[in-house]
């Protein structure tokens, strides 16, 4: 049989119609690129989401640093001002101490005497002295003084020098009598 086709059309149209089977497979690709350019883009979204935020975290975290190192600078600050006012507290107990030695040792001092040079040492209370006189007997009521007070003890001669003249008067700073001292001052327990 032959057959003559009078609408080529037609039949080309009959041919290449889809089948149900063709329509649902294109059907189901289509959906599956449009869940995954879907799926695609929120994963873009979120990535971009995540990024801002751990941009922003960052800069919140460089801030909160800044104000942590001047947190730690002012702490140190309040350490270094609370060093300075215990020691000025203590320089001021520490002069205190030291007027009421000088004014102790003052009281046993006789008038002929004077006190030429003190070296005193804060903790042990210790003190050592020179002193001169014209007379080294003065020296000596001195030193019985010291040994007799309460405020003082250990008291002892480190050294002394009397000057001898032969012929010529001595005079001047070779004419005394000078005496070196040391000594430990109670003053009641307020040492250092």
């Given at each position: 049989m032959i057959t003559i086709?009078?609408?080529?059309?037609?039949r080309r149209r009959r041919k290449t119609q889809l089948t149900r089977e063709d329509k649902t497979l294109i059907f189901v690709v289509v959906a599956v690129l449009l869940v995954l350019g879907a799926s695609y883009g929120y994963a873009r979204w979120t990535v971009m989401q995540t990024t801002n935020n751990l941009a922003d975290l960052n800069a919140k975290i460089a801030a909160l640093d800044a104000e942590q190192k001047l947190l730690d600078l002012n702490r140190t600050l309040a350490q270094r001002s609370l060093a300075m006012?215990?020691?000025?507290a203590a320089a001021a107990q520490l002069q205190v101490n030291?007027?009421?030695l000088l004014d102790d040792l003052a009281k046993d001092l006789p008038k002929a005497c004077i006190v030429s040079q003190t070296d005193i040492t804060t903790i042990p209370g210790t003190v050592a002295l020179s002193v001169n006189s014209s007379q080294f007997v003065d020296l000596v009521r001195f030193f019985n003084a010291l040994g007799a007070d309460p405020k003082f003890k250990d008291v002892h001669i480190d050294g002394y020098q009397i000057p001898y003249a032969v012929g010529t008067v001595v005079q001047g700073p070779q004419a005394k009598a000078t005496m070196?001292?040391?000594?430990?001052?109670v003053g009641g327990g307020k040492n250092g």
């Open positions: 086709n009078l609408v080529p059309q037609a006012e215990m020691n000025l030291t007027n009421q070196n001292l040391t000594l430990t001052w």
